[in-house]
């Protein structure tokens, strides 16, 4: 149940072990919040989705597909940070181990002066140290002294969009694993990759591999009478007997399909937060402006992408205040923000533009809530999504470690063994 990618994760895994899978999804489109449609003529995605080097399974999944040659991912963590008055300064790794790889490109980032630089360099030291604080990250940067300037050009540009969320609505834990894991245990770890093609082309792919995806196909309830069996009622009355089920849907559909979590031996799965994402396509008159990607300080758009010459996508993350907002505003706003911070577009026209937004983005757990692994109380009944408890933040790659994780222990569940590829 769901063909975004934790679905279509387990579902390859499954169909790869000999398993005859039918997928099902409520939406026309495969991808879940990570697919593409039809704007204006033009295929966009629902969001400019960012991976890390880091992000393996997600690469190996790509790969596995035959998509790899549609990864782009830089040779080293490279970023061009542009103020909004046009000031460029470059974040870099250097041929030094980690985590001293950023040091050279982090004593001549202009967006910071030294009492800055040295507030951030005292909470990396301890950064460590947030793996087992309680409270949020904001919240523990705080308690380390960083300053309004610190969190305006470090820690919001690199850790609102990463998590989707303001700095003080993420868990010091969360951000803590991100810190570590990208930026100060591995020197390529931070490297940014994103498709060049249209996102859906990779979820095509994985559903190439299954026997039967149902599209436009809600599935409103979900009966599991022994452990051999389970019966998937959906939106009409139709009723479809299987041997075992994946449930890869966001956390509110969880709750109405099973009905009472607690059944399954699963902890309560209201207050789960949905976070916005828009994005804002502008198209400009004024050719290639030589970057792949930017980002912008102290500005609603985190990051611009340079899709193609006269093409420029904005992501808005936690995007709360501009979900709801006319695209001619958003449109004007974007335009308003690159112009400023991209010196040649000053004489630019804006030939166009359209926006993408995707209200449930991510998921942000409850404070203090244990999110569910794949096992249920029912061996045939596994659950799999980015926002479940893959040891990552609601993330690609967490979707795609759930989707394997819930069909390894599904298979293991059935006497079968689970799918080793990579």
């Given at each position: 149940m769901g063909a975004g990618l934790a679905g279509l994760a387990a579902a390859v895994d499954l169909a790869a072990?000999?398993?005859?899978?039918?997928?099902?999804?409520?939406?026309?489109?495969?991808?879940?919040?990570?697919?593409?449609?039809?704007?204006?003529?033009?295929?966009?995605?629902?969001?400019?989705?960012?991976?890390?080097?880091?992000?393996?399974?997600?690469?190996?999944?790509?790969?596995r597909l035959g998509m790899g040659g549609s990864l782009r991912l830089q040779d080293r963590f490279d970023v061009l940070a542009?103020?909004?008055?046009?000031?460029?300064?470059?974040?870099?790794?250097?041929?030094?181990?980690?985590?001293?790889?950023?040091?050279?490109?982090?004593?001549?980032?202009?967006?910071?002066?030294?009492?800055?630089?040295?507030?951030?360099?005292?909470?990396?030291?301890?950064?460590?140290?947030?793996?087992?604080?309680?409270?949020?990250?904001?919240?523990?940067?705080?308690r380390l002294g960083q300053r309004e300037e610190a969190l305006r050009g470090f820690w919001r540009p690199l850790f609102v969009p990463a998590l989707n969320a303001p700095l003080d609505r993420v868990s010091a834990v969360d951000a803590a694993f991100v810190l570590l894991t990208a930026f100060l245990e591995d020197r390529g770890a931070a490297r940014l990759g994103y498709a060049t093609v249209p996102l859906a082309r990779l979820a095509e792919a994985a559903a190439?591999?299954?026997?039967?995806?149902?599209?436009?196909?809600?599935?409103?309830?979900?009966?599991?009478?022994?452990?051999?069996?389970a019966v998937l009622v959906l939106d009409g009355g139709e009723r479809v007997t299987v041997e075992a089920v994946v449930a890869a849907v966001p956390p509110p559909q969880l709750a109405r399909i099973l009905g009472r979590a607690d059944r399954y031996g699963l902890p309560p799965l209201e207050g789960y937060e949905p976070r916005p994402i828009v994005d804002v396509h502008l198209w400009h008159d004024r050719g290639s402006l030589g970057f792949d990607l930017a980002?912008?300080?102290?500005?609603?758009?985190?990051?611009?992408?340079?899709?193609?010459?006269?093409?420029?996508?904005?992501?808005?993350?936690?995007?709360d205040r501009h979900?709801?907002?006319?695209?001619?505003?958003?449109?004007?706003?974007?335009?308003?923000?690159?112009?400023?911070?991209?010196?040649?577009?000053?004489?630019a026209t804006l030939v166009r533009g359209a926006a993408t937004r995707s209200p449930e983005a991510t998921f942000l757990a409850p404070a203090g809530a244990r999110r569910p692994g794949p096992a249920t109380l029912r061996p045939n009944l596994a659950i799999a999504g980015s926002w479940t408890d893959t040891g990552w933040p609601d993330t690609l790659e967490s979707a795609v470690r759930s989707g394997r994780a819930a069909?390894?222990?599904?298979?293991?569940?059935?006497?079968?063994?689970?799918?080793?590829?990579?």
């Amino acid at each position: 149940m769901g063909a975004g990618l934790a679905g279509l994760a387990a579902a390859v895994d499954l169909a790869a072990a000999g398993c005859a899978v039918t997928l099902f999804e409520r939406s026309r489109l495969l991808g879940g919040r990570a697919t593409s449609f039809q704007v204006d003529g033009v295929e966009v995605d629902n969001g400019q989705h960012v991976f890390l080097a880091c992000f393996t399974e997600f690469i190996a999944f790509a790969h596995r597909l035959g998509m790899g040659g549609s990864l782009r991912l830089q040779d080293r963590f490279d970023v061009l940070a542009l103020s909004r008055r046009g000031v460029a300064s470059r974040l870099r790794t250097a041929a030094l181990p980690a985590p001293w790889h950023l040091l050279v490109s982090f004593l001549a980032y202009r967006h910071l002066g030294w009492g800055a630089k040295l507030d951030v360099a005292r909470a990396l030291a301890r950064a460590r140290e947030a793996r087992t604080a309680s409270g949020t990250f904001g919240e523990w940067l705080a308690r380390l002294g960083q300053r309004e300037e610190a969190l305006r050009g470090f820690w919001r540009p690199l850790f609102v969009p990463a998590l989707n969320a303001p700095l003080d609505r993420v868990s010091a834990v969360d951000a803590a694993f991100v810190l570590l894991t990208a930026f100060l245990e591995d020197r390529g770890a931070a490297r940014l990759g994103y498709a060049t093609v249209p996102l859906a082309r990779l979820a095509e792919a994985a559903a190439a591999r299954l026997g039967s995806a149902r599209l436009s196909t809600p599935v409103v309830g979900l009966e599991v009478p022994s452990d051999d069996r389970a019966v998937l009622v959906l939106d009409g009355g139709e009723r479809v007997t299987v041997e075992a089920v994946v449930a890869a849907v966001p956390p509110p559909q969880l709750a109405r399909i099973l009905g009472r979590a607690d059944r399954y031996g699963l902890p309560p799965l209201e207050g789960y937060e949905p976070r916005p994402i828009v994005d804002v396509h502008l198209w400009h008159d004024r050719g290639s402006l030589g970057f792949d990607l930017a980002a912008l300080l102290d500005s609603p758009v985190q990051w611009v992408f340079e899709k193609a010459p006269g093409y420029l996508c904005c992501s808005l993350s936690a995007a709360d205040r501009h979900i709801r907002q006319p695209t001619a505003e958003l449109v004007r706003l974007c335009w308003d923000e690159v112009t400023g911070a991209i010196p040649p577009l000053a004489r630019a026209t804006l030939v166009r533009g359209a926006a993408t937004r995707s209200p449930e983005a991510t998921f942000l757990a409850p404070a203090g809530a244990r999110r569910p692994g794949p096992a249920t109380l029912r061996p045939n009944l596994a659950i799999a999504g980015s926002w479940t408890d893959t040891g990552w933040p609601d993330t690609l790659e967490s979707a795609v470690r759930s989707g394997r994780a819930a069909a390894a222990h599904l298979l293991r569940s059935l006497g079968r063994t689970p799918c080793a590829t990579r």
